[in-house]
């Protein structure tokens, strides 16, 4: 049975994700451009923090639940939606053009593609959460009277850290074609609208049915993996051209001190 007081609280989890995406726009506030020095180093940060809670907190997790074999179950199943995901927005790429001249029907047709592309990072904070308020649950901290896996908060600041080059990737040709600016943290906000729903769904799902948690954590880690290596490094090595060395020396600290920042995660 799932309290509605938990799901509401795994739902806020993911709706703080998503309003980090807003954050990508708010440099544009202070300055006119950001450094595709610094864009870099945040993709790789990113990066760094989404592989190491994948490895050292999500498949852990799904081993002390079940077996490798499960937990391998599920990451295929977290890489083949990765994939659909992929050509389902190849097939209808969303022009940033169409966020600040779109009516609502069309707003409902921007969405249903956000939502496959980033439903799964919603997934992956969901199954975070699956042992929520659990007397039996280790590794806690207590927020706001609940006792949150520590899995759960370092997976929800590692969605959040990499919402913000997310934000900023889709505020700058927003800013090119002269939106303003609160409506480009708008729109950077409800480009990630899926990741609070996504939370919700899979938490409910792996509370409900705890037999297949080790295949809810492959699921979130195997997603997560994929998406790193065939979306944020790319991204983040395409946007690293114009720089020295094609941006590796950014891209490489930012992967270093993610990787690091998730240590806690592996000694608590």
Request: aromatic share 8%; glycine share 10%; charged share 10%.
């Amino acid at each position: 049975m799932v309290s509605l007081s938990a799901l509401a609280f795994v739902v806020l989890a993911g709706l703080v994700t998503c309003l980090a995406t807003g954050l990508g726009a708010l440099p544009f506030f202070i300055v006119d451009d950001v450094s595709d020095r610094w864009t870099v180093a945040l993709w790789g940060l990113a990066s760094g923090i989404m592989l190491s809670a994948s490895g050292f907190g999500l498949v852990l997790q799904g081993l002390n639940h079940g077996t490798p074999t499960e937990v391998g179950v599920g990451a295929l199943a977290g890489v083949v939606l990765v994939v659909v995901s992929h050509r389902v927005i190849t097939d209808a790429e969303v022009d940033p053009r169409e966020f600040a001249e779109a009516d609502f029907r069309k707003l409902v047709l921007i969405l249903g593609v956000l939502t496959v592309h980033s439903f799964p990072e919603g997934v992956a904070v969901g199954v975070s959460f699956a042992n929520l308020g659990l007397a039996t649950a280790e590794n806690t901290l207590m927020v706001l009277g609940f006792s949150v896996p520590l899995l759960a908060a370092f997976m929800t600041v590692a969605i959040s850290v990499h919402n913000v080059p997310e934000g900023l990737a889709v505020s700058i040709p927003l800013k090119n074609l002269g939106m303003s600016k609160w409506r480009m943290v708008g729109a950077a906000v409800f480009s990630s609208l899926p990741q609070p729903i996504g939370a919700g769904l899979a938490f409910i799902f792996v509370r409900w049915a705890r037999i297949f948690l080790p295949y809810g954590f492959g699921f979130a880690a195997g997603a997560m993996t994929y998406l790193v290596l065939t979306e944020f490094i790319p991204e983040a090595r395409e946007t690293g051209q114009a720089l020295d060395n094609d941006g590796v020396p950014e891209l490489a600290a930012g992967l270093v001190v993610g990787t690091v920042s998730m240590l806690p995660l592996v000694l608590y």
